[in-house]
């Protein structure tokens, strides 16, 4: 049984392309291995959080690995703040790690840009994303593509630790879908969908009402050659919205080209409006239920418990191998 570990930061709506590119893995995997899945409310705080807020979106993201599927007496589902381990190895990684091969991560180049100064904590995510990683001994990690270098530089400090103290962690694996890897965003297909992206047509919430999702796509960027076809450089908007057909109905992209190969791109549009209010409808009835269930807290507290078991026991092989403590 292979153990498996995965993170979402609780900064906002969850849209199709987590679910598409690492949540709809975690559902699949709990079935024949040990998973662990947690909220990131400490990576969150890299940037501002309103307090209140934050607070609503770690119950959100919670009822929402509920809602697709996560079942607790199955996977672990917990906060990050609950557990200590995290923050306390990602110091010692700190000290295992170089300000420049954090310098080359793609996200802090991004999230850093023009600016004179940026945040520390931006500068280390991928040092608390290790220790997430570390602290339980994982094998694989479910993401999408874009945590590719994140999941490269905790491979690369774990063989460090290793090879400078006695063998300590467990060299965990990136676990990649082919289709639904990176969805983009709708209005500007050469982005991926994010979260905080200001405008909301850019993405599809899980929790968006029906109406919401026909818009979006409705107005989705495309292009003016009016062909259904797969060319993510020179056709990136329909390209995206193939991935997103194919990714949700299963079918594949060339099936789904040759079906639409008469059709102009309002149609195609139009069932994929379709087939994504099918697939979310059951998460949203799911979710609100969940949500407003005492049950959901308890099983956080639950979940922190079994999860800080396990932090402790690596926590403590970590320190004899560094000599800390007495
Ligand atoms: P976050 O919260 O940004 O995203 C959660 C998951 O969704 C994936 N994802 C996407 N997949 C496809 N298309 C997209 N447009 C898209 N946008 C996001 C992300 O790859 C991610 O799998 N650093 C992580 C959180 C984290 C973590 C961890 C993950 C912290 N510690 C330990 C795994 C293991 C992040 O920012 O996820």
Redesign the pocket.
């Known amino acids: 049984m292979k153990r498996v570990?995965?993170?979402?930061?609780p900064?906002g709506n969850i849209h199709i392309?987590?679910y598409?590119?690492?949540l709809r893995q975690f559902v699949e995997l709990q079935e024949e291995n040990e998973c662990i899945y947690?909220i990131?409310d400490l990576?969150s705080i890299t940037v501002p959080q309103d307090p209140k807020e934050l607070r609503k979106h770690i119950l959100d993201v919670a009822a929402l690995y509920l809602a697709i599927g996560i079942d607790p007496k199955k996977s672990i589902v917990f906060v990050q703040s609950d557990v200590s381990g995290h923050a306390e190895l990602s110091w010692i990684l700190t000290c295992n790690s170089y300000t420049g091969e954090l310098s080359r991560m793609t996200q802090f180049k991004d999230k850093s840009k023009g600016k004179e100064s940026a945040p520390t904590g931006l500068f280390t995510y991928p040092i608390l994303?290790a220790a997430?990683?570390l602290l339980y001994d994982t094998d694989i990690?479910p993401?999408?593509?874009?945590?590719k270098q994140?999941i490269e530089i905790c491979r690369d400090i774990a063989m460090r630790v290793n090879n400078k103290y006695k063998d300590t962690f467990v060299i965990p694996d990136g676990r990649f879908l082919k289709s639904?890897?990176?969805?983009?965003s709708l209005d500007d297909p050469t982005s991926?969908?994010?979260?905080s992206a200001e405008n909301i047509h850019s993405r599809i919430s899980l929790l968006d009402e029906d109406s919401k999702i026909k818009k979006s796509i409705m107005r989705a960027t495309t292009d003016s050659d009016g062909e259904i076809r797969f060319d993510p450089e020179n056709k990136p908007g329909v390209s995206n919205l193939l991935s997103i057909y194919s990714a949700f109905s299963g079918e594949s992209i060339d099936d789904i080209v040759a079906k639409y190969a008469d059709c102009g791109y309002g149609d195609f549009k139009k069932d994929l409006v379709g087939i994504t209010q099918e697939a979310v409808a059951p998460i949203k009835q799911n979710f609100n239920e969940i949500r407003e269930s005492d049950e959901l807290k308890a099983i956080l507290r639950d979940g922190a418990e079994k999860a800080n078991t396990i932090a402790e026991k690596t926590m403590k092989r970590v320190k004899d191998h560094f000599g800390l403590g007495f």
């Open positions: 570990f995965s993170g979402v930061q900064t392309g987590n598409l590119g690492a947690c990131v990576h994303m997430d990683i990690v993401v999408g593509n874009d945590q994140h639904g890897a990176r969805i983009m991926k969908m994010s979260k």
